[in-house]
């Protein structure tokens, strides 16, 4: 963990040695995990990872015939007063 204030005083330094032998680094404001800090390349891997779930889902939604076909105008319209709904 690193604190604001040393985060302040060190800069990124202070992420940069955090970040030598771990993937993430939590920043504590006031004693508590406020933030995150990570490599870009640790952040590409979750994005990734993330992309790959969204894509399974969507995947697992159109097996099960949970789908919509409309056009463009359609889907907007429908957004647009489900949105009002909630």
Known sequence: MITANE?????IKAIEASL????????TVRGKTKYVAMTLEQYE?????????AYQEVMQDFEKG????ETAEEHISRVWK???IE
């Open 7 to 11: 985060l302040k005083i060190k800069g």
């Open 20 to 27: 030598k032998d771990r993937k993430e680094v939590g920043i």
């Open 45 to 53: 891997y979750m994005r990734q990872i993330e992309l790959d779930h």
């Open 66 to 69: 949970i789908y919509v076909i």
């Open 82 to 84: 489900e949105s009002k």
